[in-house]
C-alpha cells in the first residue's frame, strides 16, 4: 500500500514453563488460563503476568502443572493478596470517614497547609509513583509499572501511611482528622486510575465508590505528577523513622516480647536533626513500635538489662526488666546456645575432613560452608542477648 502499517510494535515473551521449556499438552505442562482466573481471579492472573513479564527474556511462569493441571502458582497467589489488601485498603478508608459522604467532591483536593512528615512523604511517594509507573507503561516495560505499583500500595500506603494515620483518625483533633481523610482518599483514588491499565475490574469497582469525576475509570484522565510533591526531606526522614521503628520492633521479636505488651525505649541522639525527628513523630514512634515511654536526648543512659540497636548515629535501648521473664528467656537461650554449638562443632569438623571436600559436589560443600556462616551468626546474637540478660 506504500504505507507504513504499524509505528509501534510489541514482541511480547513467550510463557514458558518454570524450568524454561515450551508449555505442552503431551507432555502435560499446559495451563489453561480459566484455571488461573477460577483460582484466583482475572486481576491477579493478568497482574502475575505482567510481574513477570521482563523486557529481555521470556517468561518463567512459576506454575506447577501436572497432567495439564494447574497445582499451584505462589506469583498468582501473592498477586490475589495483593488484591485483597487493596480491597482491605478501600474498607478501611470507607470506614473512617466520620460522617461525611465519600462521594464529597472536597475529597478530591487536597488541603493546605500539609506540614506533617506521614502527608509529606505519601504525597511525594505517590507522586514518584505516577512518574515512574508512566514511564513504565510508555516505554513497555510492564513488569517495572506492575512492581512499582506493588511497592508502593502495599509498602507504602498500607503497612505505612495507613497505620500512620489511624493515629489522627483515633485523636480529638478534628481538623488532623479531616486532613488525613482527604489525604487518604486522594491518594487512593489516584493509584486506581494508575493501575486500571494492570488490574481493571478492582480498580473500576473500587473507583466507582469513591471521590471521582466522570462516569467511568476506563475513560478518566490519566494522573499526572505534581513536581511541587516531591519532597525529598520527607522521604529521607521517613526512611530513617521506618528503620528505628523497625529496631525496635526487631528487638521486640528477638527478645520475645508479647505483641500487645508496650514496651518503654531510650533513644541516644548525637544530631539534633536525629533528636528533631524523633520528637515531632513521637505519636507515630508509640503506634507503631507499641511504645509506652520515650525517653530521647544526647545525655540519656543505658539502661541495665536492656536490649540495644543502633540506626545511624541513634542508638536504641530497650530495657526488659518487667517485660519478660528474665530466668525462663536466659535458660531458652542458654538451651538454644548449646544445641548451636553442637551443630556447629559438627559442621567444623564435617568442613575441615579433607575427603569429605574432595569427594563431595561443589555445591554441597558451599551448601555446608553457608550453613556454617548462617549458625555462627545466629549463635552470635544468641549470646549478645544471653549477656544482655546478665548484666
Not at 502475575?48 to 501436572?66: H, M, N, P, T, W
Not at 505462589?74 to 487493596?86: G, H, L, V
Request: proline content about 4%.
Amino acid at each position: 500500500m506504500g504505507e507504513i502499517p504499524f509505528k509501534t510494535v510489541l514482541v511480547h515473551p513467550t510463557v514458558q514453563t518454570r524450568d524454561g521449556k515450551r508449555m505442552s499438552k503431551s507432555l502435560g505442562t499446559g495451563i489453561d488460563p480459566r484455571e488461573l482466573i477460577a483460582r484466583y481471579g482475572a486481576d491477579a492472573t493478568r497482574l502475575s503476568l505482567l510481574y513477570q513479564c521482563g523486557s529481555s527474556q521470556d517468561i518463567r511462569f512459576d506454575a506447577e502443572v501436572k497432567d495439564n493441571k494447574l497445582e499451584e502458582s505462589p506469583i498468582a497467589e501473592m498477586c490475589r493478596n495483593f488484591c485483597n489488601k487493596i480491597w482491605n485498603a478501600a474498607r478501611f478508608v470507607q470506614m473512617n470517614m466520620d460522617e461525611r459522604d465519600i462521594q464529597d467532591p472536597a475529597l478530591r483536593t487536597l488541603p493546605e497547609g500539609i506540614s506533617d512528615l506521614a502527608d509529606r512523604w505519601i504525597l511525594s511517594l505517590y507522586n514518584r509513583t505516577v512518574k515512574q509507573v508512566t514511564h513504565s507503561l510508555e516505554t513497555y516495560r510492564f513488569d517495572e509499572a506492575a512492581r512499582g505499583l506493588y511497592e508502593f500500595v502495599w509498602s507504602a500506603y498500607c503497612d505505612w501511611y495507613v497505620e500512620m494515620a489511624k493515629v489522627r483518625l483515633n485523636g480529638d483533633d478534628a481538623k488532623a482528622r479531616e486532613q488525613v481523610q482527604s489525604i487518604l482518599c486522594v491518594v487512593f483514588e489516584g493509584t486506581l486510575r494508575l493501575m486500571h491499565p494492570i488490574a481493571p475490574f478492582i480498580s473500576e469497582a473500587l473507583w466507582q465508590t469513591f471521590p471521582h469525576e466522570g462516569e467511568a475509570l476506563i475513560i478518566a484522565s490519566w494522573p499526572e505528577s505534581n513536581e511541587a510533591w516531591l519532597d525529598e526531606a520527607a522521604e529521607r526522614e521517613m526512611a530513617q523513622l521506618q528503620e528505628v521503628v523497625g529496631a525496635v520492633r526487631n528487638i521486640r521479636g528477638t527478645m520475645r516480647i508479647p505483641p500487645g505488651k508496650r514496651v518503654d525505649v531510650v533513644f541516644k541522639t548525637v544530631s539534633e536533626d536525629a533528636t528533631a525527628i524523633l520528637l515531632a513523630a513521637q505519636n507515630y514512634m508509640k503506634e507503631l513500635g507499641r511504645i509506652e515511654n520515650m525517653t530521647i536526648g544526647a545525655d540519656v543512659e543505658r539502661p541495665s538489662q536492656s536490649a540495644s540497636a543502633v540506626v545511624g548515629d541513634i542508638e536504641i535501648f530497650v530495657p526488659l526488666a518487667g517485660v519478660i521473664d528474665l530466668d525462663v528467656e536466659r535458660q531458652r537461650l542458654e538451651k538454644e546456645i548449646v544445641g548451636l554449638e553442637k551443630a556447629l562443632g559438627g559442621l567444623e569438623k564435617k568442613l575441615g575432613n579433607e575427603a569429605f571436600k574432595k569427594n563431595a559436589p561443589a555445591n554441597v560443600v558451599e551448601a555446608e560452608r553457608a550453613r556454617q556462616a548462617e549458625y555462627q551468626t545466629t549463635l552470635a546474637k544468641l549470646q549478645g542477648n544471653l549477656a544482655v540478660l546478665a548484666e
